[in-house]
């Protein structure tokens, strides 16, 4: 896990999160039919299959409480549109030695979300070798946040400008973590996805996207005293340290409470209340939310913390992954009891005033 910068050119309360990944299994596509003029990009779908190692597959997430619905461009850094860059400045603006900007592309007709991307939502796997022709070396790109009815590239809510090259046959996550209104906790995390998991077992993954930021955090299953850790000591923006990118290995799992908790210690916070993974599957699931009410400069309302749970390896529903949306229920007071609330209806559900672990 690795953490990137972002350079910021609008207020906070204009800004938004996303995350770019890969998996092997789905085979919706970005053709490659994109022409570029100022910034603007128009996408013709050619069809057109990718299997595992054949192309550089990504998507996008956003995981940023309080952010509004966001699109995403994208360019390609050479020697000159990196030569205008610096650590306090623009890190590229188009222009005589920016580089030009393919997008947005979430609206283009192969991705479909004709508002860009909300809260909570994940794209669906995105080829980038039908984008861009990819070196041995890779690609080295910048990714641009515009506002989800952007037309065009040239109004940026935020530059991510420190991303790993993009190679063919990586699965990578670039999740953006935090909220606007929390300006110390944006920022965006590196991950490394696994491709499959284990024969007849099914691959999780647990991430700590959930404000606050401070301190480590243990997940597992179950709740009160039943509490069973599986992931221990996750900083915020990242996921279990280990050689198979952060998935945990099970036997199928049925109706399982997922929590959290401060690591090594009381209470545990449960944000799933019945989840289930099968065989030969890849799961992550995201803690979210846990942004606390404000009545001040700027004024926003609670995000209750909530688990984004998203099957890696199933495929694409209407331009989205196949993600749902979990709340806890008002209080937990050691039990098992609850019921799952997925979508709006999820984000909205439970205590305004509860916290992250």
């Known amino acids: 896990m690795r953490l990137r910068r972002f350079t910021f050119a609008f207020p906070l309360s204009a800004l938004a999160g996303f995350v770019i990944a890969g998996c092997p299994d789905d085979k919706s596509l970005l053709h490659p039919d994109i022409s570029t003029d100022g910034g603007d990009a128009t996408v013709e779908d050619g069809g057109g299959d990718s299997g595992p190692g054949s192309g550089a597959l990504i998507r996008f997430a956003h995981l940023a409480p309080g952010a509004p619905a966001v699109d995403v461009c994208v360019a390609i850094v050479t020697e000159a549109s990196d030569a205008g860059s610096d650590d306090a400045g623009d890190a590229g603006d188009a222009g005589p030695t920016g580089p030009t900007f393919t997008g947005p592309i979430l609206r283009t007709p192969i991705v479909g979300l004709s508002n860009g991307l909300n809260y909570s939502e994940v794209t669906q796997y995105i080829d980038a070798s039908k984008v861009f022709s990819i070196p041995d070396e890779g690609l080295k790109v910048i990714a641009r946040i515009v506002k989800g009815d952007a037309t065009d590239c040239n109004t940026k809510l935020a530059d991510i400008t420190d991303l790993p090259p993009i190679k ?22 590196v991950f490394r996805d696994h491709a499959t998991s284990d024969a007849g077992k099914a691959g999780v993954r647990f991430v700590n996207a959930a404000l606050p930021t401070d301190g480590m955090v243990d997940f597992g299953f179950g709740s009160g005293a039943s509490f069973d850790a ?8 990242a996921t279990l340290a280990n050689d198979t990118d952060g998935y945990v290995q099970f036997d199928a799992l049925t109706d399982q409470v997922v929590s959290g908790r401060a690591s090594g210690a009381a209470p545990v916070q449960r944000f799933v ?6 065989a030969d599957s890849l799961t992550t699931i995201f803690a979210i939310g846990g942004l606390p009410p404000s009545t001040t400069s700027p004024v926003h309302p609670a995000v209750p913390y909530a688990g984004l749970v998203c099957k890696d390896s199933a495929p694409a529903v209407g331009g989205l992954s ?16 609850g019921k799952d609330a997925g979508g709006d209806a999820g984000r909205d559900a439970g205590d305004a005033g509860d916290a992250a672990p």
């Not at 953006?176 to 920022?187: I, K, M, N, Q, R």
């Not at 209340?273 to 099968?278: I, K, L, P, Y």
């Open 273 to 278: 209340n019945s989840f289930t993974a099968d």
């Open 230 to 237: 599986k992931a221990q000591n996750v900083a915020f923006g």
């Open 322 to 337: 196949d993600c749902s949306t979990t709340a806890p229920p008002p209080s937990d007071a050691g039990t098992d009891a």
């Open 168 to 189: 063919i046959g990586d699965q990578v996550t670039v999740a953006a973590v935090g909220s606007p209104f929390v300006p110390s906790s944006f920022t965006a995390a």
